[in-house]
């Protein structure tokens, strides 16, 4: 008899937890979106944080930062450790040489670098520290981090204004 019963209880449980699959997944759907609706509504203030703090990286050494120009889209992808979320952005930068800083003669200076900017979600509010990916579209950029990062399910991927 408490064989059954327990094998009713498990059943049952198991149950409920394939009944409630559906209800976590489009909880975490309606999270996503609205963190991605929440980076859009700030992306302005973010790349000027993004090029204020990359800038003042010295990277490249010998190298002022004279301009970025952002892409409109944003490729989501989610920490495999933290399971915070992040938003890269493909850029496109334009440097000066330093004076003294030993690329003044260097005629690559003047070209334009593609790179995939970085944006944080802290489970509160986004941000960013000024991660740049060198020569890296964002999608590649994932693949090439593939072991830290994982891209965010296209289907979710939208953003719903």
């Known amino acids: 008899m408490m064989i059954g019963t327990a094998a009713a209880i498990a059943a049952a449980a198991a149950a409920i937890a394939i009944a409630l699959r559906p209800i976590r997944a489009a909880r975490?759907?309606?999270?996503?979106?609205?963190?991605q609706r929440d980076f859009h509504r700030q992306r302005e203030q973010l790349e000027a944080k993004f090029i204020d703090r990359a800038a003042a990286s010295g990277k490249p050494r010998g190298l002022v930062w004279t301009d970025v120009d952002f892409d409109d889209d944003v490729v989501y992808a989610r920490d495999r450790r933290s399971k915070r979320l992040k938003a890269l952005v493909a850029i496109e930068v334009s440097f000066a040489a330093v004076e003294g800083g030993g690329m003044e003669h260097v005629e690559a200076v003047s070209n334009v670098r593609a790179a995939t900017a970085e944006f944080l979600y802290d489970g509160v509010r986004w941000s960013t520290?000024?991660?740049?990916?060198?020569?890296?579209?964002?999608?590649?950029?994932?693949?090439?981090?593939?072991?830290?990062?994982e891209l965010v399910a296209e289907e979710h991927a939208a953003v719903r204004a």
């Not at 520290?129 to 593939?146: C, I, M, Q, T, W």
């Open 28 to 35: 975490r759907a309606e999270q996503l979106a609205r963190m």
């Open 129 to 149: 520290d000024g991660r740049v990916y060198f020569n890296l579209a964002p999608s590649a950029a994932v693949k090439y981090l593939s072991a830290d990062l």
